[in-house]
């Protein structure tokens, strides 16, 4: 009798209450606890790159900067998806609000306290937090691990992963990897400095700090070890630079091909033996947020190593 008036109390209750509880607590230690899964997300332009290729669309993205230098978004058609954010902080609240959105994610840096586009500050935090919770993802130090992350980020949103594309994705990224691995072996006595060029100085990029640094180091790479004088990176001058030795440039390419242009219309930076010897190559700083992509990234990096020799 007990167990019929559950039942009965039970299929009273609306369909809502019934619906699986969704928790997760973000890299800042906020927690949120929506009725069910979001489904119509507003979604930072990494967390984009990263949900995509996993189907699951976001409803609006927001931008760092100009569409042209979003790097994590090459590949990815979000043509249809409104932008409501063009750079940092520069965030459309109306236009957010009009999408209606169950939750806004961006991603989360634990070693600055920030969250990604200038959404932690304030009046754009308040602002966002009145429409819809704002969370932000703590990504690993290590780019591999990031895109584990998302895939398990994104099942607690769906039971409709594009189980076909990724299984594909991971197997071309496993094969990418795999290739990386034999071919740094036996290119262990190349040094590789990852290298981010100013008109004014140099930043090169401290291994431990980056995630993709993290991998390839991991994967028998042998990066020029640093230590850090800004934040991730440590600094010198144009006049010091040939005092860094390395057989391979990686350069920062976030910014397309004007960072190497900017070393070799230096008069210093066109003299790196690396230069000299064409044995540069791309550096993916901080944007791949998909198997697919580091697949490709990865392969170009072993066929670096592969045409470099020791200068």
Request: aromatic fraction near 8%; charged fraction near 20%; hydrophobic fraction near 45%.
């Amino acid at each position: 009798m007990i167990r019929a008036l559950v039942l009965l109390a039970l299929l009273a209750l609306p369909a809502s209450a019934l619906a699986s509880e969704w928790r997760y607590t973000d890299g800042a230690g906020t927690e949120v606890v929506l009725a069910e899964p979001p489904q119509r997300i507003v979604a930072h332009t990494s967390v984009a790159a990263a949900l995509i290729p996993l189907g699951i669309e976001p409803v609006g993205i927001l931008l760092n900067g100009q569409p042209s230098l979003e790097r994590a978004l090459e590949g990815v058609d979000v043509s249809h998806i409104p932008v409501v954010s063009q750079g940092w902080g520069e965030i459309d609240a109306e236009a957010i609000l009009a999408l209606v959105p169950d939750i806004i994610i961006t991603e989360y840096a634990p070693e600055y306290y920030s969250y990604a586009g200038g959404t932690h500050e304030e009046p754009f935090k308040s602002r966002l937090e009145a429409i819809a919770p704002l969370i932000g993802i703590a990504t690993p130090n290590s780019t591999l691990a990031t895109i584990v992350e998302y895939e398990s980020f994104a099942r607690s949103l769906t039971d409709s992963v594009n189980e076909e594309r990724l299984a594909a994705d991971k197997a071309a990224f496993e094969k990418a990897r795999d290739a990386l691995i034999a071919t740094a072996a036996t290119k262990s006595d190349l040094t590789v400095l990852p290298i981010s060029p100013g008109r004014s100085e140099i930043a090169l990029g401290v291994a431990s700090r980056f995630g993709e640094l993290v991998d390839f180091r991991n994967w028998g790479v042998n990066i020029v070890e640093l230590v850090p004088t800004s934040g991730d990176y440590h600094a010198t001058s144009w006049e010091n630079i040939r005092n860094y030795d390395s057989d391979i440039l990686l350069i920062d390419d976030r910014w397309g091909i004007a960072s190497l242009a900017t070393i070799t219309e230096n008069p210093l930076g066109a003299r790196i033996p690396a230069i000299i010897a064409q044995q540069t190559g791309n550096w993916p700083a901080g944007w791949i947020r998909s198997y697919r992509v580091y697949a490709q990234e990865i392969d170009k990096l072993t066929s670096l190593l592969e045409r470099s020799e020791k200068l």
